[in-house]
């Protein structure tokens, strides 16, 4: 475990976002640490399918981000249209 430095201002998000949401910060500052990294590996699906994601993944035992990653198929790169 590290210590994480982050703003006053993000500082009191994760305060009152855990405690509207009834979780530690530090569990709170976790949870969006996992939705953001996910988020990132699997950008063409949204939030409510990153959440059945993680609930998945929870169900098999917890979060282990090389299964968490597996269970969900590439998805190809679209093409780029190329300006002319």
């Known amino acids: 475990m590290g210590i994480v430095k982050i703003s006053d ?3 009191e998000n ?3 976002a855990s405690n509207a949401l009834s979780r ?6 976790e ?5 953001g990294m996910l ?3 699997h950008p063409h699906l949204d939030h409510s ?16 981000l090389a299964t968490v990653a597996a269970s969900v ?3 190809p790169m679209q093409s ?3 300006v002319q």
């Open 9 to 11: 201002q993000m500082h």
């Open 14 to 16: 994760l305060r009152v």
């Open 24 to 29: 530690s910060i530090n569990a709170q500052a």
């Open 31 to 35: 949870h969006w640490m996992r939705i």
């Open 39 to 41: 988020a990132e590996l």
């Open 49 to 64: 399918e990153i959440c059945q994601m993680l609930i998945r993944a929870e169900q098999a035992g917890g979060f282990d």
């Open 73 to 75: 198929p590439a998805q």
């Open 80 to 82: 780029r249209r190329r």
